[in-house]
Nanobody, 122 residues
Framework: VQLQASGGGSVQTGDSLKLTCVVS????????MGWFRQPPGKEREFVAA????????YYSGFAKGRFTISRDNAKNTVYLEMNDLKPEDTAVYYC????????????????WGQGTQVTVSS
């Protein structure tokens, strides 16, 4: 299974970014997908996840209202749309995948993507 994340970059406070993660080699439609992030010098933390059923979205407190996770099963792709970005959103963002379940903690993730850097300057 390979997860290829992209879409990171350097932006200003208040800007938006859309991250993309394309999955190959796995049962995407049977998997919960998620995004985590790791700020500089900190542990990896949960951002958002999307499950298998309708309306199964999970968000961390800092992501609610600003970030939106979505998936396109026809393209084996999960997205994270981030709006109103703040300097504290600066981190490496990782997509994750779990067969049959949806992970909201880093210890329960089955597969990780390679990460994409997001830098928000004030």
């Amino acid at each position: 299974v390979q997860l290829q994340a992209s879409g990171g970059g350097s932006v200003q406070t208040g800007d938006s970014l859309k991250l993309t993660c394309v999955v190959s080699g796995g049962a995407f439609t049977d998997s919960g997908m998620g995004w985590f992030r790791q700020p500089p010098g900190k542990e990896r933390e949960f951002v958002a996840a999307i499950g298998l059923g309708p309306d199964t979205h999970y968000y961390s407190g800092f992501a609610k209202g600003r970030f939106t996770i979505s998936r396109d099963n026809a393209k084996n792709t999960v997205y994270l749309e981030m709006n109103d970005l703040k300097p504290e959103d600066t981190a490496v963002y990782y997509c994750s995948m779990n067969h049959g379940t949806t992970a909201v903690t880093r210890h329960s993730v089955d597969y990780w993507g390679q990460g994409t850097q997001v830098t928000v300057s004030s």
